[in-house]
C-alpha cells in the first residue's frame, strides 16, 4: 500500500506538469480561436424522434444535456473545437464545430450492440466480455421486469435455465415463503445431514445471513452492490430498482469469491443516477392474485357420505349391535344435512382475489460532480389466503461526488417488512373439511362446533371421527401472526483513478436488522378445544421472537488495465472481510382469557409443560483476497487466471486460510484471418475454465470444542454443561472443481445468437458425520467425506426474425434449456447407517424416504416396485429383488424408480415490438423427471375417511369387485400404502410463465407533451397463465397457488 | 525518514498477518469454547455438574434416564425380577419392560436402550477425561480445595461409570478369565481405546479410585453438609465424595473378589460414623416429610428434577393401567419381606410400597420409594441412591462369611435389621455360611428393591436366576452379559 502511494506520488508529481504543460498548450492555441457566443442544437434518433438526456460537451470544458425536445444550447464555444455526443445506446460522435457555426443538427447512430462490448460484473472487478474466459450470463432489469414484474427470483429462473427454483408443494404461492434455489443444481447432501439447523435459532424473517445460507447449503451466493446479501432482501427488492442481474456459473467466473463461490453467485446491481436534469420517475403496479384450484378434486357431500360408509365408518368393526346402531344415528344425521342441500365448497372458504399494489417514484439527478438518487418504493403482496399478505416499505437515498480523479458514493436503505400469515390457518384444514357441514348455524353465525354433542342429539355414542371444529371460526377472532423486519444499510464506496487505467477502489457496507415475530391465539381459538379440562392456565397463547442480526463488510480493490500493440491486460486484486452476527430470544406465554387482551404481559404465565424462553445466537467472520489477470493478443486469444485466499471462522483451527483458483482460455475464432469473410459467421467464441472453489454453507463452531449448558435441569441449583463432542480441527472448506466449457456464436447476419456450456463439477470434502465408536463417548464426529459430481450443459438461443429500426419493427425468439445429473461419488459410513436406518423402518413409509447410494442422484425417489392392484384381491402386488412377487410390502425391497430432478428445464418465448407495442410470451417447462404423487396418496389410499374428505377418484377408481382392473386398492383395504412406484410419475409440465402486453406511448404525443410526461408506458402481465401436467397432483396443500395479473404504468417527468 | 517507513509497512504487514488469525476466531455466545470454560474455576463446577446431570438424561440419546431409570428402577430392577408383572406390563408407554424381563437383548426397543446406557456412560466418561486434561494446567484457578474435591470428584466417577460398564457389558467375575470385555478410556481422545479384561478394568477402577481417595482426604471432610451458602459445596452427599469413593473402592473390591480389601474398606466407611442408620420407621409420620430413601444413609445419591416423572411413568396407578408391582405374598417372588412371618414388619415394605387403592388384594403393592409428595422438603426431594452405608454392612458380613467367621457376619446384618423394624438375629441360630449367605441375599433382594444392585448382586455370584430370583424360565448362562452396541463392534471389526 504504502509502496504503491510514494510511487504513486511521484507520478502525480509527473503527471501534473505535464497536464500544465498541456494546460499551456490549449490556453495558447484557444487564444488563436473565435469564440461563437452561443451555439444551440438539437439531437435526434435515427427515426427522426429527439433523444433527451444525451450529454453534449465540448472536451474538457462545459457539458449541457438535452432536454425532452432533443435541444441544447452551449455558449462561449471555441471554434474549430471537438463537441462530444454521448448517449447510451447509441454511437458516439464527435463534432469539430465550424467557425461561425450557431446550429447543430444531429441524428444519431444506433450502437449495435454485440456481445463483445458488453462487460461482465462479477461484482468484484469489471472485465470486458473479450478478455473474460467465465461462464456469466447478464440480464438487465428492464429484461427481467417484462417476465414478471414483481418477483426478480421468479424471472430468473425463465430467463437462465441454471437457475431452479424448488417447488413448494405445500407452501404453493404464499408471499411469506421464501423461494429454495440453486444454480447449476446441488452439490451438497441437505442441510439436516451436516449438522445444521438444529443448533441455529430459526430463520426470524429470514433475515439473517448465516441460517439463510446455512438451512440451503445449496443456495448461491447473493451480492447486491458488491457485498453479500440474503435472499430475503433479493426477494423483497424493487424490481424497478435493478440495473442488471449476473449468474455468474463457473470458477472462472466466481473463483474470487473463493470458498462462498461453489454455488454459483447471482450478482445484482441496482440503478444509479445519471447526471442531468432532475428526472423523476413514478411506476405503478397493480397485481392481481387469483387462487388455482384447478388441480383439486375432492368429493362433494353425497360422495362423500357414501365413500365413508362403503369404508365402514358407520358400521362397528366387531359387529356389536349397540354400537353399529348408534353410528347409524349419526350416519342418518350427516344424512339429513346432505339431503336438506348442505354441500359447502370448503376450498373457497379461504381463498380471495389478492389485489396487491406496488409503487415506486424515483428522483434522480445532478451535475457532472455531484449526483444524487432518492427512491420510495411500497409494495403490498395480497396472498390468495384471506388476510395473508406481506408489505415492504423503501427508502433509498444515494449520494455521488465525483471530483476529478476521485468519486465517492453513499448509498442507503432503509427498510420495513412486515408479513401477516393468514388467521384461517393452513389450507389443507379447508381441504380436509366434510362438506356435509355448514360453516354457518342455525342463527346464521360462523360455527365454532360443526355437530352438536352426542348427549344433545340422544346418541349413547359420540360421533365417529370425534368433534370436528370448524377453522373458520378463527377469522373472527383477533388472531396475529406475523413477522416483520426493519432493516438499514448502507454502504459508501470510495474510488480513486490513480492513472486513468489503474484504479483504487474501497467500500464499507454496513447492515443492521432487526427481525421480529408474533404469534397470538386467542382462548377461543379452535385449537384449545378440548384442553380446557387441563386447566385454564394453557387457555389463549402468544409467542414473541426478536431478533437481531448485524452484518460489516469491507474491501478493497486495484484495477489495472492497459493495452499496448497487440497486447491487452487486466489486473484486479483485492480483498473482503466481513462479519456477521445474529441472536433471537423466543418467548411463550400461556393462558390469555380474552380476545382483546394481546400482549405478551397479558398471560397468566408459562405454559403448564415447562416452555421457557428460548435464545439463538450466532457469529461469523470470514476473510478473502483476491487477485485475477486477463491477457489478450490481438483479440484472438485470451489466457485468465484468478486466484484466492479464503479465511473463515468456520473452518478448523488447523484450516483457517484456504487457497482457490481458476484458469481460463478464450479463443475468438471469427478475429482469426482464415475466418474472415465467412458470411455465416459473425462471431464465434470459444471459451474453456477450470478451478477450484469452496463452499461454507456449515454451520458455524464445528471446528472447535464447545461446551453447551444444559438449561433445563439443575443439579442442587447449580448449571451444568457438557462438550458438545469432538471437534475436528482439521475441517476443511468444502471444495468444488468446475470444469466448464463455452461457446458463443452468432451468425447469420447477427440474427442468431447462441450460448452454450458444458459443464463437470465435481464437489469433494462434503461435511458429512462420521461415525465413531461410541466408547470414544460420541457416536459421529464431522468430517469432510462425501463427493458428488453434477454433469450438464445449458443452451440459449436467441433468433432476431424482424429487425426493421425503419419500421421500429422487432421481433425476436428464444429459446433456453437446460439439462444436468447428479451423482453421489462417495459418502461417510454414518450416512449408510443412515439410509439403513430408514430401510429398517418396516412401517409406514407413506412417503419415499430419503436414501443415499453411492452412484445414484440425491434425488432420487425409492420405492418398492409395483405390479399394480390384483383384480382378483384387490391388494397391490410387489416385485421383491430377487425378482419374485408378493403381496407384502418390505422397505428392504426399495429400488431407485425414479428421479426428481428432471432431465431438462427451460423456457421458450417470443418477444415482439412493434411501434409503440410490446408483445412477450415466455413458456417454461420441465421434461423428463419424476415426483410421488404424494397428494394422491394422501387423499386416495392413506386418506383417513374418518376425519377427512378425500379425491373423488376413492369413488370411482378403487377396486371394488374381483375382475376390477383399478388403479388404486379397495377403499375397504384400510392398509397404509408405503411407497410403491405406482404412486411415481412423470412430472413433465409446460407453464405458460407470463405474456406481457405494454405500450409505450410516443413522446411526442401532444397529451404526453402537456402532461410534461417523458416516455409513458403502460404494461399488463400474466403470469402462471395455464399449466400442462402429465401428473395429476393437489398443488398447494398448505397455501393455494395464484395465477396472477399484473397491470403496470411507468412515466418519467 | 525512507528506513522509517519501511519498518511501518513491515510493521503493519506483520501486525495484520499475525490479527488476521486472531480476527477469525470467533466464539460463540450461547455456547462456551473450551479455551474460555477453563480459564476460572466456575467453569471447572459446571463441566462437572454437567456429568452429574448427565447421569440423569444423557445428552447421548435414550428415552429414560440412565442412572436415574434404566439402572436404577427401571430395565435392571426388571431384569432382577423386582416386578413380578414386568411381562404384561404397559408401564413406560411401551414393550420395553417385556422384552427386559425375558432378556431378550435383540428386542427393537431393548437393544437401543441399551445401546443409549453405553453411548451415556462414555459420553460421561469423556466429559470427565476432558476435566481431567484440563485441570493440572489451570491448577493456578482454584480456591480453597476445589482442585482436590473436581479432580477427586472425576476420577471417582471415571472410575464408577468404567465399573458399572464393566458390571453390564464385562463376563460375571467368576467365568470372565481374559475375555476382553470393555475399554477403560483414560483419555479424552478419538482413537480407539482396546478392549481390557475385567480383572483389568477393576484394577484400573481401583487405581482411579485410590487417586480420588487420596485427593479428597485433602478436602474438608469434617461433616457431611446439607444447604450452606456455596452451592457447590452443599449437599455432599449429592457429590461422589470421600466416603462414596470409600464405599464404591470396598465394592470393587468385592466385585473383584479381594475379601480383605472390601471388608477393610467398608468398616472404614461404617466406622466413621457419618451415615448412621435411620431408628425409626418412618412410614409412621405423616406423608409430607416421608423420607422415602432414608436420605440420611446415602453415601452417594443422584439428584434429578425428573425422578418423579419416571416414577410416574412406570408406577403410575392412573396411567398405566398396569403400572409394575410387586406380589409380597408368601408365594409371590418378593417374599422375603414377610417370610419368616417374624420378619412381616419390615419398614421397607410400609415405606416403599403403597397398596392398590380400592383393591382388596393386600398382596399386590405399587413401589412409591422415589414419589415426589407435593410438599417434600427440598433436602429429600428427587434423590437416586447410589451407594448406601447398609451395603457396606451387609459387605462386611459377606467378607466375613467367606473368611468362615459366620458370627461376624450376622453381627453385621443385625444393625441393618434393627434399622429396618426387625430383630437381631441370634448368631447362634446362623451357623453356617450358607445361611448367612442366603440371609443377605434376601436382605439385598429388599433393600435395593428398585435401584438396581440387586442385578449386580446375582451377576456378581453368577447366580442361577431361576432358583434365586424365581424367573419363570431357565436362562441362558451368559444372560448377565449386555451385548455391545452394534455401532460398538463395527467401528472395532468385532
Known amino acids: ?1053 | 525518514m525512507i528506513r522509517f517507513e519501511k519498518i511501518m509497512i513491515v510493521s503493519l504487514l506483520a501486525g495484520s498477518l499475525t490479527s488476521c488469525k486472531k480476527w477469525l476466531n470467533v466464539t460463540p455466545q450461547d455456547k462456551v469454547p473450551q479455551v474460555t470454560l477453563f480459564t476460572n474455576e466456575q467453569g471447572f463446577k459446571d463441566a462437572l455438574t454437567g456429568v452429574y446431570l448427565n447421569m440423569d438424561k444423557s445428552t447421548s440419546g435414550g428415552s429414560n434416564g440412565i442412572y436415574t431409570n434404566d439402572l436404577s428402577m427401571g430395565i435392571l430392577s426388571v431384569m432382577a425380577y423386582n416386578y413380578d408383572n414386568a411381562s404384561n406390563s404397559a408401564a413406560g408407554g411401551s414393550a420395553l419392560y417385556n422384552a427386559a424381563y425375558l432378556y431378550n437383548y435383540n428386542d427393537p426397543l431393548l437393544k437401543p436402550e441399551i445401546g443409549y446406557i453405553w453411548s451415556a456412560l462414555y459420553n460421561n466418561i469423556a466429559n470427565v477425561n476432558n476435566i481431567l486434561a484440563q485441570i493440572d494446567a489451570a491448577k493456578g484457578v482454584f480456591t480453597a480445595d476445589n482442585y482436590q474435591r473436581i479432580k477427586g470428584e472425576a476420577l471417582g466417577l471415571r472410575a464408577l461409570f468404567h465399573f458399572d460398564a464393566v458390571r453390564l457389558f464385562g463376563q460375571p467375575p467368576l467365568t470372565a478369565g481374559t475375555t476382553p470385555a470393555i475399554p477403560y478410556v483414560k483419555s479424552f481422545t478419538i482413537r480407539q481405546t482396546p478392549l481390557y479384561t475385567v480383572g483389568a478394568v477393576l484394577d484400573s477402577c481401583l487405581a482411579d479410585l485410590a487417586a480420588a481417595r487420596s485427593l479428597l482426604s485433602l478436602t474438608d471432610t469434617s461433616a457431611v453438609l446439607g444447604a450452606t451458602t456455596d452451592p457447590f459445596t452443599s449437599y455432599t452427599q449429592n457429590h461422589l465424595n470421600y466416603w462414596a469413593v470409600g464405599g464404591l473402592t470396598a465394592r470393587v473390591y468385592l466385585y473383584a473378589g479381594n475379601t480383605d480389601s472390601a471388608s477393610y474398606y467398608a468398616k472404614a466407611v461404617i466406622g466413621s460414623n457419618k451415615f448412621p442408620l435411620i431408628t425409626s420407621n418412618v412410614a409412621a409420620s405423616t406423608n409430607v416429610v416421608r423420607d422415602h430413601t432414608y436420605s440420611q444413609e446415602h453415601l452417594f445419591a443422584l439428584y434429578s428434577q425428573n425422578i418423579g416423572a419416571y416414577s410416574l411413568s412406570i408406577f403410575e396407578l392412573q396411567s398405566p393401567a398396569t403400572p409394575l408391582v410387586l406380589n409380597v405374598s408368601a408365594t409371590g417372588k418378593n417374599n422375603p419381606y414377610i417370610v419368616p412371618v417374624s420378619d412381616n414388619t419390615d419398614w421397607r415394605l410400609k415405606s416403599w410400597f403403597d397398596p392398590i387403592p380400592g383393591s382388596t388384594n393386600v398382596n399386590t403393592v405399587v413401589p412409591s420409594k422415589f414419589y415426589q409428595e407435593a410438599n417434600l422438603p427440598y433436602n429429600l426431594q428427587g434423590l437416586m441412591p447410589v451407594i448406601r452405608v447398609s451395603e457396606m454392612y451387609y459387605i462386611a458380613a459377606e467378607c466375613a462369611g467367606t473368611n468362615g467367621d459366620v458370627p461376624t457376619g450376622v453381627n453385621f446384618i443385625n444393625p441393618v435389621r434393627l434399622a429396618r423394624g426387625l430383630t437381631a438375629l441370634n448368631s447362634a441360630g446362623i451357623s453356617t455360611t450358607d445361611s448367612l449367605f442366603h440371609l443377605i441375599r434376601n436382605e439385598y433382594r429388599k433393600e435395593f428393591s428398585q435401584e438396581g444392585q440387586t442385578f449386580f448382586y446375582y451377576k456378581r455370584l453368577n447366580l442361577n436366576l431361576n432358583t434365586y430370583a424365581g424367573t419363570p424360565t431357565i436362562l441362558p448362562p451368559a444372560v448377565f452379559v449386555f451385548p455391545l452396541p452394534d455401532a460398538e463392534k463395527q467401528y472395532r471389526g468385532l
Open chain 1, 1 to 1053: 500500500m504504502n509502496a504503491i502511494y510514494s510511487n504513486s506520488k511521484i507520478i502525480r508529481h509527473a503527471s501534473m506538469l505535464a497536464l500544465t504543460f498541456a494546460g499551456m498548450l490549449v490556453g495558447t492555441v484557444s487564444f488563436a480561436q473565435a469564440i461563437i457566443q452561443q451555439l444551440s442544437g438539437k439531437i435526434s434518433d435515427p427515426e427522426g424522434r429527439p433523444v433527451s438526456g444525451v450529454v453534449v460537451s465540448i472536451r474538457g470544458q462545459a457539458t449541457v444535456v438535452t432536454g425532452n425536445d432533443g435541444k441544447f444550447t452551449l455558449i462561449h464555444v471555441p471554434e474549430n473545437s471537438v463537441i462530444r455526443i454521448s448517449h447510451v445506446g447509441f454511437e458516439l460522435q464527435e463534432i469539430k464545430v465550424k467557425p461561425g457555426q450557431t446550429e447543430l443538427i444531429v441524428k444519431l447512430a444506433r450502437r449495435v450492440s454485440t456481445l463483445s462490448e458488453a462487460v461482465v460484473n462479477t461484482g468484484l472487478y469489471r472485465r470486458p466480455v473479450g478478455n473474460f474466459t467465465g461462464a456469466a450470463t447478464t440480464m438487465t432489469g428492464d429484461e427481467l421486469k417484462m417476465v414478471n414484474p414483481t418477483s426478480v427470483v421468479k424471472a430468473l429462473a425463465v430467463m437462465d435455465p441454471s437457475f431452479r427454483i424448488t417447488e413448494n408443494n405445500v407452501m404453493g404461492s404464499d408471499p411469506n415463503t421464501l423461494p429454495v434455489i440453486q444454480l447449476r443444481g446441488a452439490n451438497n447432501l441437505p442441510a439436516n445431514l451436516q449438522g445444521n439447523g438444529s443448533t441455529l435459532a430459526p430463520a426470524v424473517s429470514s433475515g439473517d445471513i448465516m441460517s439463510s445460507y446455512a438451512s440451503n447449503p445449496n443456495q448461491p451466493l447473493i451480492i447486491i452492490d458488491g457485498f453479500q446479501s440474503t435472499l430475503q432482501t433479493l426477494y423483497d427488492l424493487d424490481i424497478n430498482r435493478i440495473e442488471r442481474v449476473t449468474l455468474l456459473k463457473d470458477a472462472a467466473a466466481a473463483v474470487a469469491y473463493g470458498s462462498k463461490a461453489a454455488n454459483g453467485v447471482v450478482v445484482v446491481e441496482t440503478k444509479k443516477p445519471v447526471s442531468g436534469r432532475l428526472q423523476m420517475t413514478y411506476s405503478v403496479n397493480v397485481n392481481l392474485s387469483v387462487p388455482d384450484l384447478s388441480s383439486y378434486h375432492l368429493l362433494d357431500a353425497a360422495g362423500l357420505l357414501k365413500a365413508q360408509q362403503i369404508a365402514g365408518i358407520y358400521t362397528d368393526p366387531n359387529g356389536n349391535q349397540a354400537n353399529n346402531q348408534a353410528l347409524q344415528q349419526w350416519y342418518n344425521e350427516r344424512l339429513y344435512n346432505v339431503q336438506r342441500g348442505v354441500n359447502t365448497d370448503w376450498l373457497a372458504q379461504p381463498v380471495r382475489f389478492g389485489l396487491g399494489t406496488s409503487h415506486n417514484l424515483s428522483m434522480s439527478g445532478g451535475t457532472n460532480h455531484v449526483r444524487f438518487g432518492l427512491n420510495l418504493s411500497y409494495t403490498n403482496n395480497e396472498g390468495v389466503m384471506k388476510g395473508s399478505s406481506r408489505n415492504t416499505y423503501t427508502l433509498n437515498n444515494y449520494l455521488g461526488y465525483v471530483a476529478g480523479r476521485f468519486k465517492l458514493s453513499n448509498n442507503t436503505t432503509l427498510s420495513y417488512g412486515l408479513s401477516n400469515n393468514s388467521p384461517w390457518g393452513a389450507y389443507s384444514t379447508y381441504a380436509n373439511q366434510f362438506p356435509y357441514f355448514s360453516p354457518y348455524d342455525s342463527t346464521g353465525h360462523i360455527a365454532k362446533i360443526f355437530e352438536p354433542s352426542a348427549a344433545a342429539l340422544g346418541i349413547p355414542n359420540p360421533a365417529p371421527g370425534g368433534t370436528f371444529t370448524n377453522a373458520m371460526y378463527n377469522s373472527t377472532l383477533n388472531v396475529k401472526d406475523n413477522s416483520s423486519y426493519l432493516s438499514i444499510t448502507n454502504a459508501v464506496n470510495a474510488e480513486y483513478a490513480i492513472f486513468p487505467n489503474l484504479r483504487l477502489s474501497g467500500g464499507l457496507n454496513i447492515v443492521s436488522q432487526l427481525p421480529a415475530a408474533e404469534q397470538y391465539l386467542p382462548a377461543d381459538h379452535t385449537s384449545f378445544v378440548g384442553s380446557l379440562a387441563t386447566g385454564v392456565g394453557d387457555l389463549g397463547s402468544y409467542t414473541q421472537v426478536r431478533g437481531r442480526n448485524a452484518v460489516m463488510d469491507s474491501r478493497i480493490g486495484l484495477d489495472y488495465n492497459k493495452r499496448f500493440g497487440d497486447h491487452t491486460i487486466f489486473v484486479s486484486v483485492g480483498g473482503d472481510a466481513q462479519s456477521t452476527s445474529s441472536s433471537s430470544t423466543t418467548v411463550t406465554t400461556n393462558g390469555i382469557p380474552n380476545d382483546y387482551l394481546d400482549e405478551m404481559g397479558m398471560a397468566n404465565g408459562y405454559n403448564l409443560a415447562d416452555i421457557k424462553p428460548s435464545e439463538g445466537i450466532s457469529q461469523t467472520r470470514s476473510l478473502s483476497l483476491y487477485g485475477s489477470a486477463s491477457y489478450n493478443y490481438r483479440e484472438r486469444y485470451t489466457a485468465e487466471v484468478t486466484v484466492n485466499a479464503s479465511g473463515s471462522s468456520q473452518f478448523g483451527s488447523n484450516n483457517r486460510i484456504a487457497p482457490f483458483f481458476a484458469y481460463g482460455a478464450g479463443w475468438n475464432i471469427d478475429k482469426e484471418r482464415f475466418f474472415q469473410g465467412n458470411g455465416i459467421f459473425q462471431q464465434l467464441r470459444l471459451r474453456v475454465s477450470y478451478g477450484v472453489t469452496g463452499n461454507q454453507n456449515f454451520t458455524a463452531f464445528l471446528g472447535q470444542p464447545i461446551y453447551q449448558y444444559d438449561m433445563t435441569n439443575n443439579y442442587r441449583l447449580q448449571l451444568g454443561n457438557y462438550l458438545q463432542g469432538y471437534a475436528n480441527p482439521d475441517l476443511k472448506w468444502q471444495q468444488t472443481d468446475k470444469l466448464n466449457i463455452g461457446l458463443t456464436t452468432s451468425l447469420l447476419k447477427s440474427r442468431i445468437n447462441i450460448n452454450g456450456n458444458y459443464f463437470i463439477e465435481n464437489t469433494n470434502n462434503l461435511v458429512l458425520p462420521l461415525g465413531i465408536e461410541p466408547s470414544t463417548g460420541f457416536s459421529t464426529y464431522m468430517d469432510n467425506l462425501g463427493a458428488t459430481t453434477n454433469k450438464g450443459y445449458e443452451v440459449m438461443v436467441s433468433a432476431v426474425v424482424i429487425r426493421d429500426p425503419r419500421k421500429n419493427f422487432f421481433w425476436t425468439l428464444n429459446f433456453n434449456t437446460g439439462h444436468y445429473t447428479n451423482t453421489i461419488k462417495s459418502l461417510s459410513p454414518a450416512i449408510v447407517a443412515y439410509n439403513n436406518a430408514n430401510n429398517a423402518k418396516n412401517v409406514d413409509q407413506t412417503a419415499p424416504l430419503p436414501l443415499y447410494q453411492v452412484g445414484q442422484s440425491m434425488t432420487q425417489i425409492w420405492a418398492v416396485p409395483s405390479l399394480g392392484i390384483d383384480p382378483a384381491t384387490g391388494n397391490e402386488l410387489y416385485r421383491k429383488l430377487d425378482g419374485t412377487t408378493t403381496f407384502v410390502w418390505s422397505a428392504a425391497d426399495k429400488r431407485p424408480v425414479g428421479d426428481q430432478t428432471s432431465k431438462f428445464k427451460g423456457a421458450f418465448g417470443s418477444n415482439l415490438m412493434y411501434k409503440g407495442f410490446v408483445f412477450n410470451i415466455q413458456m417454461s417447462f420441465e421434461y423428463g423427471g419424476q415426483m410421488y404423487n404424494q397428494t394422491l396418496v394422501n387423499l386416495v389410499e392413506n386418506v383417513n375417511l374418518l376425519n377427512t374428505n378425500a379425491d373423488s377418484r376413492v369413488l370411482t377408481d378403487r377396486w371394488k369387485q374381483p375382475g376390477d382392473h383399478a388403479s388404486f386398492k379397495a377403499l375397504s383395504n384400510t392398509s397404509t400404502t408405503n411407497a410403491t412406484s405406482r404412486f411415481v410419475q412423470d412430472n413433465n409440465y409446460l407453464n405458460a410463465s407470463s405474456i406481457t402486453v405494454g405500450y409505450n406511448f410516443p413522446s411526442t404525443a401532444s397529451w404526453v407533451r402537456r402532461a410534461h410526461l417523458s416516455t409513458p408506458r403502460l404494461f399488463v402481465t400474466q403470469n402462471d397463465v395455464f399449466r400442462l401436467s402429465t401428473i395429476k397432483l393437489e398443488r398447494g396443500t398448505g397455501y393455494p397457488f395464484a395465477r396472477s395479473f399484473s397491470f403496470g404504468l411507468s412515466t418519467s417527468f
